[in-house]
C-alpha cells in the first residue's frame, strides 16, 4: 500500500464519540471515564454469561465484520475473529498488503470497496500510528472502526482488558499503585495502559525501565518514572510487564538481553518487594527469561492468561457497542 | 497442476441451462434473453431486500460451497464468500495451486475429493480460457459450476452485474447507446459485455480503443469501432471503461501509459462529449490516471461503486439459481 | 516451534478414553473393540443422515474447534473443516508455524493461549510422532485433542474411515483377508490400520511391499507378510493400496518408480488374483502410473472416493464423542 498515513495529530474527540456513544474505538486518549467504565461494565455482563457456560450470543447476525490486517498478527486477529463469531456476526479476513498493492488499488479505494460490500466494522491493525484514525476519518457514516493496533501509537483494546482484569481483582483502582515495566518506547500497549490508568484514576502509576526504552518527557503523562526495578517495584498493587520488542529494535537499545534480565526481568525475588497480593500481568507473547521468568509467568500471582480470556468479553463489548446494539446488555 | 485445460471449443447450450432452468453460470453466451433477465429480477429481489437492511437469508442453509481460486483474487473471493455467507451456505477457500500440484494431484482427482466432501457448488477462477467448462463438464450431476474469471474468456457474472447497474439507471437498454472503452483484447469482462449487451438487444453497442488492445474481427462481434475516443464517446448514454491490464501485457501494446491517458484516459472534458445523463461504469479496480481521472472515477456521473454493491445481490440471485432454489424469490 | 516433541513411548490407556467414553483421540492402540465399534456406530447414524440429505446438525453449535496444522495439509484441514461446519462449531484455522514462532512463543505459550480463548477441541497435525499425545497431556481437562497425523507415527480418523468403508461393503471383519499394500515403512496410515484390523479380529491380515520398504519386525504386528505382490494379493476380499510418500524417502528406498510399478503397482491383471468381489482402497491422493493404475483407481472395485464420503460421517461421529454429546446419536 503506497498511500502514506498522515500522524494523528490532535484527535477531534467527537471522531470516536458521538452523543455520549461509542461510535469508533481508535484510543483511549478522550475516551472519558463514564465511556470507559460503561465498556468495562458491558464486557462484564459477556463474562459473566461466559462463565454460565454461554459462549455464543446472536447480537450481530446478519452483520459483516472485515479484519484488515496490514501487520500480521495472528493472535490478535484470532481473539477478533472468536470475538465476532461469538457474537454471530459473519467474518472476512482480509490480508491486505498482497491483494490491494499488486493490482495498484490505493488504500481508499480498499475501503470504498469494503463499503460498498456492505460490511458494517472494520478491525484494522497497521504498522504505522494513526492508520485506524485515517480510515475511522474517511468511512461511510454507517461503518465503525475498531484499532487493533498502529505502529507504537495506541492499543486501545489491550489496555481495556488490562483495565477489566484489574478491575475484577482489585476493584477500585483509586487506591493502588500500577507500575509498567520495560520496554515503553516502542510498546503501543503502554501508551494506551498509562492513559486508562489515569482516565480511571489509578492512586499511582510508576513507569519502569532504562532510560533508552522509556519515551523522553514521559512524566508528561502522570507517571513516577523509576529506573531502578527494585525501587519500582516496593508495594505496588499491579505489575504490568511489557514484552521487549526485538523486532522493532532497530539501535542499540539494550546492551544484551541477559543484562537487560539482570536489571528489569521479573523474578520471584523481586516480586517479594511488591505489595504480598499483587497481581503480575503480560500482554503476551512473553520472552521468558527475558524479561520475566516461568515461575512468575506461570505462578500464582499471574493473571496472565486471565488477560486472554477477559480479552474476548472485551472485544465483543466493543464490537457490540460500536455496531450501535442497544439492548445488548439488558438480557 | 499439470493438467492442460481444453480450449473451450463450440459450447453445447444445454451444458449451462437444462429445461430452461440455469444448470452452471459459465459464460453469457447462449444464455438467451429470458434467462438473463430472470437473473436480473431475482437479484433485483435480494437488492430490494437489502435495501430494507436484510443482508442475510436462509436459502442455502446446509449447502457448501468451495471457491476454487486457481488464480489468485482477493476482491472476486471476497464477493463471492460473501455472497455465499449472505445465504448462509458453508463457505470453503481452495487455493488450488499449492496443495493439489505439491502432490501430485490431478485436476480431476481434486474435484472428484471435493464432490465425495459433497460440496454443492463450485466457483471456479482460473488464468485458462476454458477451465469452468471443462469443470462443468466433468462434475457430478449434482453439483453446479459458477466461472468467477477464466483468462480472457469470460467472466459472466461482472456483465450480469453491469447489466443490472444499466437497468437500474436507465431501464429498458434498446435505445441506448453504450461504449465500452480500453483494453478490449485482453479482457474477458468486455467480452461478456458485449455478449450481455447484445443478447439484450442494446441499442447501440460501441467499442473504443486503439488497433493493438482490439481483437481482430471484433466487429463481428455485432459493434461499432472506434478509435477516436471523442469521437466514440459522443451521445452515449452509458460509459464501460475497463481496466488497462498491466500485469497481461507481455508485449508493447502502447507507447506509454501517459500517451494511453492522452489518447483514451476519461475526463471530464472528453465524458461531456457523451449524453447529459451518462453514467460511468468501471470493474474496478480502476488505474487512476492511466485510463480514468479521479474527478470523473469519484464524480457524480460515476456508478462505480454501485456496481460493487449490486455484484453482491448478482452473486446471491446466480448462486441459488443454479442451487436450483424454487422459492427463492416468492418471499 | 523450538519445543522438541518427545516420542510417544508407551501410552497410558487413560490418556484417550475415561470412564469407558472417548475423551481425546490420539492413536488406534489401546482403544479397545467396544470403543472402535461405538465410533463406526455413531458414524453410520451420521451417514444415514447425510444419505437422507441432512448435511448439517446443531450438535457442536457454540463449540470453538481449533485446527492446529503444523504440517501443511489441505486436503486433510478441509475435511475436518467441513466435518466441524456441518456440526455447527465455530473453526479457527491456525497455521502454526508463521504465527507461533516469530514471537518466539513456545508450544506450551499457544496451547494456554487458546485454552484462555476457550477453544474446546485441537485438531493437531504435526510432522513428529508424538506431538498430539505431548498437547493431549498438557491441556486443560475440559478440552479434547484428535490427532489428524503425526509423523510416522498414527494416523487415527483414517483408519476410523476405512474400517467403517469395509464393514459398509462386507458386514464382519473376521472372515475377510486384508492385504495392506506398499510403502508401509514411512505410511501412519498403515500402522493405524493394521491396528484396526486386528482390534476388530480381522481373519487375516497381510502386508505386502519390499524389503526396505516394510518396517523391522512387522511380523509382530500380527500380520503376514509378503514380499511378492501376486501371491500377497491371493484370495483377499480388501486392498488397501498405500501412497508412496515420495516426499518422505531421503534414501534409496526404491530402485525407480517404473520398477516400483512393475513390482507393486495395482493392475487389473493383478487384482484378478483377488477374490472376485474384492474392493480396492486407498487414502489418497494416489500416485497414478506408480502404486496404482487409473484403471484400478476408477473401475467398479474402487471404493476411494466413499472412503473420502465416509471420512466426513466418522470425523463428525469422533468430535461429537471427544465433546461428551451424549444425545448425538439418539434422534
Redesign the interface.
Known sequence: MSTAIPRPGPLPGTLQVRDGQLRHLLTIEGLGRPLLEQILDNAESFASL?EQG???VPLL????IANLFFE????TR??F??AA??LSA?V?N??MS???T?????LL?TL??L????CDLFIVRHAEAGAAHFIARHVAPNIAVVNAGDGRHAHPTQALLDMFTIRRHKGDLSSLRVAVVGDVLHSRVARSDIHALNTLATGEVRVIGPRTLLPAGVEQLGVQVYHDMDKGLRDVDVVMMLRLQR?RMHGAFIPSEHEYFQRYGLTEERLALAAPDAIVMHP?????GVEITSEVADGPRSVI?????YG?SVRMAVMAMVMGVKDAFDT
Open positions: 461466559n454461554v459462549k455464543k447476525r446478519g452483520k459483516t500480521p498478527s495472528t493472535r484470532t481473539t475473529e472468536l463469531k461469538r459473519d472476512m482480509l490480508t498482497a491483494s490491494s499488486t493490482k495498484g488499488e490505493t479505494d470504498r470497496n463499503e460498498a460490500m456492505q523486532e503476551g507473547p512473553a520472552n521468558r492468561l486471565e488477560q486472554v480470556t474476548l
